[in-house]
């Protein structure tokens, strides 16, 4: 049976600045039967920007049940009492101001214009002296207001080339990354799924954490992405998830 639900946001339950239709009201009936936990990698803006993006487009998300590559990224640092040089817009290195220690690590989050040949060079330099590699995500692209748009994963594969050093990722497609949800919704693996709209962190990072799977044909969803894997479930958007979920709990209780 399925008690708990992993969702993707962008391109799940938005694009661009949009809601998708009838996302509200699937996430109102989702959250009435079942334990909703919010996944992100979203790193351009810190995580109470995202929750108030979210609010302003009409989704109730409370700060407990988010969870984003970010916050992923500053726990992780907390933990090792260290500080990195930070490769990220603005608004998300302000977000890592507070941390203590030495600087020890390279973190590349999705910089948007501050991907530049300056700071690329930069966090190489420290790559070369010693410093751990860390990033937010290894995401190709996403589905912005205007198209598809470039996230970190071609800066990240960029510096790793350059230096010969692989990154941890620490949001999806992290297996930590997803068990950090499901423990603080109390349930086992077995009685979650994952929902998403990316082949490749959000589906088959899932299915290698042995998470149940469901696609939506929204966001950066491209039918090729079929190639390299398939969901356990393809359904055309959120819209279409509860009365699925409806359909497997049926099936399993029979």
């Not at 639900?5 to 998708?20: A, F, K």
């Not at 409370?62 to 990195?84: D, G, H, R, V």
């Not at 203590?100 to 700071?119: H, I, K, M, P, S």
């Amino acid at each position: 049976m399925i008690n708990g639900v992993l969702l993707d946001i962008g391109g799940v339950l938005y694009e661009g600045s949009e809601p998708i239709p009838g996302a509200k009201e699937a996430l109102e009936e989702l959250k009435s039967h079942y334990v909703v936990r919010f996944l992100s990698n979203t790193s351009r803006i810190p995580p109470s920007k995202l929750l108030e993006k979210l609010a302003k487009m009409g989704f109730e998300v409370e700060e407990e049940e988010l969870f984003t590559a970010l916050s992923a990224a500053k726990l992780f640092l907390q933990n090792e009492k260290a500080k990195a040089y930070v490769i990220a817009t603005d608004e998300a290195k302000e977000y890592f101001e507070d941390l203590e220690g030495e600087l020890r690590y390279v973190l590349v989050c999705d910089a948007y214009t501050n991907f530049t040949y300056q700071a690329l060079n930069q966090g190489f330099r420290h790559l070369e002296e010693g410093a751990g590699f860390l990033a937010t995500n290894i995401n190709r692209y996403f589905k912005d207001t205007d198209g598809l748009s470039l996230d970190a994963g071609g800066f990240v594969k960029c510096l790793e080339y350059a230096s010969s050093k692989s990154a941890k990722v620490l949001g999806k497609p992290n297996c930590e990354f997803f068990n950090l949800a499901i423990q603080s919704m109390g349930l086992q693996k077995s009685e979650v799924v994952m929902v998403g709209d990316d082949i490749e962190s959000d589906i088959l990072g899932a299915k290698s954490c042995w998470l149940k799977t469901v696609m939506v044909k929204t966001g950066k969803f491209k039918p090729q992405d079929l190639q390299k894997g398939k969901p356990d479930f393809l359904i055309d958007s959120i819209a279409q998830l509860p009365k699925l979920l409806d359909r497997i709990n049926e099936k399993e209780s029979q």
